[in-house]
């Protein structure tokens, strides 16, 4: 009885999480269209395809280039939380 109580519990906390992350990439994708970075989505690495009638855009290197920012500010939140 206690697994599916505790599963019910992961399930909930699960669907809050997912809903929060929905927010914020909503959020994010209206401040990053205000925040006018002209060059985010559009360095040189970042693979665009364009043919008619099709077009993949996958932008590799602003990718690396937010996780690296991510990643730094993250461990510099971490390390000021634990003193």
């Known amino acids: 009885m206690t697994n599916w109580i505790q ?14 992350l929905g927010g914020a990439f ?17 360095l040189p690495g970042d693979i665009r395809i364009e043919r008619r009638g099709f077009s993949c855009y996958f932008p590799l290197v602003s990718s690396i280039l937010i996780s ?3 990643t730094g500010v993250l461990n510099i939140i971490v390390r000021l939380l634990k003193h």
Do not use: E
């Open 26 to 42: 909503m959020l994010g994708g209206k401040v990053l269209r205000r925040a006018k970075l002209p060059w985010l989505g559009h």
């Open 7 to 20: 599963m019910g519990k992961w399930l909930l906390v699960l669907g809050v999480v997912l809903t929060l």
């Open 68 to 70: 690296l920012l991510l």
